[in-house]
C-alpha cells in the first residue's frame, strides 16, 4: 500500500513504515504524521503520558517495563517503610541509590554503551557522582551558615539562602549534569540517537543526584540508625530523596542532551521539529523546572508541599522530554540498517528493516540494543534466517 | 523461534545471542569502524559491562570514603558531648573582652564576642555566631501580654506561632528547661531537638531552647538555634549553655 503522507510503499499495517504517519487515522482528531497518541517509543501510550518508565527507560520492551514498573514501586515503597520506621541511615542510602541503581541496571540490560562501557559510565554516571559530590561539599559550609539564620522564628529565609538554594544550586547543578555527556558528544560521535542523549543526561543526572542526597545527609548516615520524631517527618523527605529529586535531575539533563544529540543529528527532519527540540529552549525549560520547586520549598515550603512542587515539576519534565523523543524519533526517523527483518518487541511481528514497525508504529531505533539483529554477512542475502531472526535464536 | 527467545523477555539468552550488535543506520560505515562484539559473543564479553559496573560502585564508594575520610574538611560533622562534669568541675567559660549591651525599648542584655549583633527594633533583638558546624542564633522578644498571663502560657503561644513542624524532620520535644528565669525573672521554658530538612540544603541536627517569662503586662520570650547540643557540660565550648546563661541573666527588663 502507497503512504498518503510519504508517497512510498509501505508493507501492510497501521502505520507508515517508513514516515510512521498513522495511516488508518486519517479521519480521527489525530494529526495523522504527529500522531501524538502514539508514542514513537512506546505507541500503546500517549505522548502526553506522564510515564517514568516508558519516558526514561524507552529502549525496554513492554514486559520489561512493566517489570520495571514494579520493581520501582515495590523498591520504593520498602524504602519509604523504612523511614517510615525511622532507620533514618539505612532509608537515606537506598533511596539514593535506588533509582542510579535501576538505571545502571538498564544499561547493561540494554547495552547502551555498545562496546564502550568504561567511557560511557565514566562520562555519565563517574562524572554526576564526582562532580555532584565535589559541587555539594564545596556549597556544604555556605548553605549551612546560612540555614539556621533561614529557621529563626518571625524571619523567612535570607537573600543569600533564597538565591543559593533556590536559583544558584539548581542552575549550577544542570550545567555540572551536562559535563560528562557533553564530552561524550563530543569525543564519540558513534552515540548518535536522540535515545543515546537521554540515557546519558539521565544517568548523569541521577549520578549527581545520588552525590548531593549522599554529602547532604551526611550526618544522618553517619548518625544513630533509628531518629526519634514522627515517623512521616522522616518517609515524606525521603520520598523526595529516592524518587522526585533524582528522576527530576534526570529529566532535566535528559531533556536538554536529547536536544543536543538531535542538533548535532545531520540528517535534515521531515517537517520542523518546533522549538522544544532546540537545545537553547530545552536548557531554558530545564532551568525553569529546576529552579522553579527548589524555590517554591524555599519561600513556601513543607513536607507536603515540597513533595507537590517537585512532582509537579518532574510530570512537566517527563511530558517535555517524551515529546523531544517523539519529535525526534518520528521527524529524523532512519532505519538501524541490519538489512534482515526483527522481531518488534512491542507487537511482536516480524519487521523489515524499516524505521518503524506497520503494525503498531514503534520507532525501531527506540529497541534495545541488544535486541537488534546482527550485522549480515557481505555474501548472504539480507533475508537468510541468520541475518534476520538474531533476536530470536 | 520461541517465546523465550522474544526482545527483552530474558536477557540471559538474549545477551548470549545478540550481546553488542552495531547499529547500521545513517553513518553505517563510520559505525562499523566501532565494532561490536559479534553475534557470538563470548562469555569474557559478556561479562565486561558487569566489571565495569563493580568499577562503578567501587567508584561510588570512594565517594562515600572521601566523604568519610575527609569530613572533617568537607562535611563539618560535629563532636560527640563530652561526659558530664561529676566533681571538680572547672568554673563555666567566660570571654574576658568584647562585651557588647544591645537596648531595646522592653529590655536590654549583654552579648559576647563571637556574637554579632544581626538585627535589632523596638521589639526584639537576634545575635548570631558562625562556628565550624553551622550558625547559632539567639533571640530575644518582647511583647505586650494581659496581666496574669504565665510564663507557661506566652511559652505555648510562642511555640505554636512560631515552631513549623513542616521545615524540620524528626522534631521532639526533648523536655522542660528546670529553672528557667529571663534577667532573674522566673518563667518556663522548653528545648527541641530536630533535623533540618530543607531541599538543596545539608541535613543537619539543629537544638532548640526557648523560654519565656512575663512581668505585668510585659512579656520576655528567649529562643536560641544551634546546630550543637547546648546540654554539653564542655565549659570551653563558645555555644554551650552557660553562653546562653551569660546572656538570658544580663537581661534588664525595662
Known amino acids: 500500500m502507497r503512504c498518503e503522507h510519504c508517497g512510498r510503499e509501505t508493507p501492510e499495517g497501521h502505520y507508515c513504515a517508513y514516515c510512521g504517519a498513522h495511516l488508518a487515522a486519517a479521519n480521527t482528531r489525530y494529526h495523522p504524521q504527529q500522531r501524538r497518541h502514539a508514542f514513537a517509543a512506546n505507541p500503546s501510550e500517549s505522548v502526553y503520558h506522564p510515564s517514568v518508565v516508558t519516558t526514561l527507560f524507552p529502549h525496554l520492551a513492554p514486559e520489561r517495563s512493566h517489570q520495571l514498573r514494579w520493581i520501582l514501586g515495590g523498591a520504593a515503597l520498602i524504602v519509604f517503610l523504612i523511614a517510615f520506621g525511622r532507620l533514618v541511615p539505612v532509608a537515606i542510602v537506598l533511596a539514593a541509590l535506588l533509582v542510579p541503581l535501576l538505571y545502571l541496571y538498564y544499561f547493561y540490560e540494554v547495552a547502551i554503551f555498545e562496546d564502550e562501557p568504561l567511557a560511557v559510565l565514566a562520562g555519565t554516571f563517574l562524572a554526576g557522582l564526582v562532580l555532584g559530590a565535589a559541587f555539594s561539599a564545596a556549597l556544604y559550609k555556605p548553605i549551612l551558615d546560612q540555614s539556621t539564620a533561614s529557621l529563626l522564628p518571625g524571619r523567612g ?19 555540572l549534569m551536562l559535563v560528562g555527556p557533553v564530552v561524550l558528544l563530543i569525543t564519540r560521535r558513534k552515540f548518535d540517537e536522540v535515545l543515546d542523549g537521554l540515557a546519558f543526561g539521565a544517568a548523569s543526572g541521577l549520578g549527581f543526584a545520588t552525590a548531593q542526597s549522599i554529602v547532604f545527609s551526611w550526618l544522618l548516615i553517619t548518625g544513630p540508625l533509628q531518629r526519634p520524631g514522627q515517623a512521616f517527618s522522616w518517609a ?8 522526585l529529586q533524582p528522576l527530576l535531575y534526570a529529566s532535566a539533563a535528559g531533556l536538554v542532551c536529547a536536544s543536543l544529540w538531535l542538533a548535532r543529528d545531520p540528517q535534515t527532519p521531515r517537517r520542523s521539529m518546533g522549538l522544544l527540540a532546540t537545545p537553547l529552549v530545552a536548557v531554558l525549560l530545564a532551568l525553569i523546572l529546576l529552579v522553579a520547586p527548589a524555590l517554591a520549598s524555599v519561600l513556601f515550603g513543607g513536607d507536603v508541599l515540597n513533595l507537590v512542587y517537585y512532582a509537579a515539576a518532574l510530570v512537566l519534565l517527563l511530558l517535555l522530554v517524551r515529546v523531544v523523543l517523539h519529535v525526534g524519533l518520528v521527524e529524523k526517523a532512519q532505519a538501524i540498517g541490519h538489512g534482515g527483518t526483527m522481531r518488534c518487541p512491542h507487537c511482536f511481528h516480524e519487521v523489515g528493516d524499516t524505521p518503524f514497525c506497520p503494525h503498531c508504529g ?18 548472504a542475502p539480507s533475508s537468510s534466517p541468520q541475518a534476520s531472526g538474531g533476536a530470536a535464536q | ?24 543506520a545513517g553513518n553505517a560505515a563510520h559505525r562499523l569502524s566501532f565494532p561490536r562484539s559479534s553475534p557470538m559473543s563470548t562469555p569474557r564479553e559478556l561479562h565486561q559491562p558487569r566489571r565495569w559496573a ?27 558531648p563530652p561526659p558530664a562534669c561529676k566533681a571538680n568541675c572547672p568554673p563555666p567559660f567566660r570571654p574576658q573582652q568584647g562585651a557588647h549591651v544591645v537596648q531595646t525599648q522592653h529590655f536590654s542584655f549583654w552579648y559576647f564576642d563571637p556574637y554579632q549583633l544581626d538585627s535589632k527594633d523596638d521589639q526584639s533583638a537576634t ?21 496574669g498571663t504565665t510564663p507557661a502560657q506566652l511559652l505555648a503561644r510562642f511555640e505554636r506561632d512560631n515552631l513549623d513542624a513542616s521545615k524540620f524532620s524528626g522534631l521532639q520535644d526533648t523536655g522542660p528547661i528546670r529553672g528557667a528565669e529571663i534577667g532573674y525573672i522566673p518563667g518556663a521554658g522548653d528545648t527541641f531537638a530536630a533535623v533540618v530538612d530543607l531541599p538543596n540544603a545539608p541535613n543537619t541536627p539543629l537544638f532548640m531552647q526557648v523560654m519565656a517569662s512575663t512581668r505585668g503586662t510585659t512579656g520576655i520570650v528567649f529562643a536560641a538555634l544551634s546546630p550543637l547540643d547546648p546540654q554539653t557540660p564542655d565549659p570551653n565550648r563558645q555555644t554551650d549553655v552557660s553562653s546562653y546563661d551569660q546572656m538570658v541573666n544580663s537581661v534588664v527588663w525595662q
Open chain 1, 157 to 175: 529565609p535570607t537573600q543569600t539562602y533564597i538565591v543559593l538554594t533556590g536559583v544558584v544550586f539548581p542552575m549550577a547543578s544542570l550545567l
Open chain 1, 236 to 243: 515524606l523527605p525521603v520520598v523526595r530523596i529516592a524518587l
Open chain 1, 362 to 379: 514503534l520507532a525501531m531505533r527506540s529497541t534495545s540494543n541488544r535486541a537488534r539483529p546482527g550485522t549480515p554477512p557481505a555474501s
Open chain 2, 1 to 24: 523461534m520461541t517465546t523465550s527467545s522474544l526482545p527483552g523477555s530474558h536477557g540471559g539468552n538474549i545477551a548470549a545471542t545478540d550481546a553488542g550488535q552495531p547499529r547500521l
Open chain 2, 54 to 80: 563493580l568499577a562503578f560502585a567501587l567508584a561510588a564508594a570512594g565517594v562515600l570514603l572521601a566523604c568519610a575520610g575527609g569530613n572533617t574538611v568537607i562535611i563539618p560533622v560535629p563532636p560527640s
Open chain 2, 127 to 147: 545575635v548570631l555566631a558562625g562556628g565550624p558546624f553551622g550558625t547559632i542564633a539567639v533571640q530575644f522578644f518582647a511583647y505586650t501580654v494581659a496581666n
